[in-house]
């Protein structure tokens, strides 16, 4: 099913038109990555004496993740860690997910990314992550769709999501567009309150354990199970439907 944050609304079409780009989150979006990220924060965490759960890694997953260790060691060690300490902990962390084996493209990503250039809108993506070979990926795998240029990250902006400059970057450096023109395509409650905060039309795909109200509290305007579920309706987001 699809799910409205606002039950009235009586189409995408009616709540704002004119949209011209797509931003993209990278982990739990384009690729199911999640679950080993989420094993990567827990074995690197306890390492350094650090209480991390699974759900504390969907909880946090969007925001830079040097800003996650400084708020947890913080929290739990009573430390105010430097920038450089914090990273020196996070090389561990993608040490431990470079170990595991590579996380696949979702179902259906490829074929909404070909519809949206169909569409005559323009694609950018935006992570909060700061691991290079990650990001080199990105441009492996969808460079026929995005420039390196049109790829935002950890590197791009000083505070991470929640914070809205992620995406107000997205929207810069995929052409720069207004707020009002730009869709963000997330799966994490952090990213959703960006994606709202910055002022785009915010689609949430829930592909990870939380349930669909936590995203939908955050703000997104239209919930979808999948992003192949996403793909399937993709002309109903430009052209206004009438019934979710």
């Known amino acids: 099913m699809l799910s409205h944050r606002q039950q009235d609304t009586p189409s995408i079409g009616g709540v704002r038109g004119g949209f011209k780009v797509v931003l993209f989150d990278m982990d739990g979006v384009l690729y199911d990555s999640m679950p080993n990220h989420g094993v990567a924060w827990q074995r690197a965490m306890k390492e350094f004496g650090i209480h991390f759960t699974l759900e504390d890694a969907y909880a946090t997953e969007g925001a830079r993740g040097v800003d996650t260790i400084r708020r947890y060691a913080k929290v739990q060690l009573g430390k105010e860690l430097t920038e450089a300490e914090a990273q020196r902990m996070y090389d561990v962390k993608a040490r431990y997910f470079h170990e595991m084996p590579e996380a696949k493209i979702f179902d259906g990503v490829t074929d909404l990314m070909q519809k949206i250039r169909r569409s005559g809108l323009k694609i950018g993506i935006v992570t909060g992550s700061a691991q290079r070979p990650l990001i080199e990926r990105l441009s492996r795998d969808f460079g026929e769709f995005v420039s390196h240029d049109q790829i935002t990250t950890a590197f791009d ?18 052409g720069d567009y207004a707020p009002a023109e730009g869709i963000v395509v997330e799966n994490a409650p952090l990213g959703v309150r960006a994606g709202v905060a910055a002022g785009c039309y915010t689609v949430a795909v829930n592909s990870g354990p939380l ?28 052209n206004g439907f009438s019934k979710c």
């Open 211 to 238: 349930a669909d109200s936590v995203l939908l509290d955050e703000g997104a305007d239209i919930l979808f199970p999948t992003i192949r579920r996403f793909a399937d309706n993709w002309e109903r987001i430009l």
């Open 157 to 174: 902006v000083k505070r991470g999501k929640p914070a809205p400059d992620p995406y107000l970057m997205g929207l810069q450096k995929a």
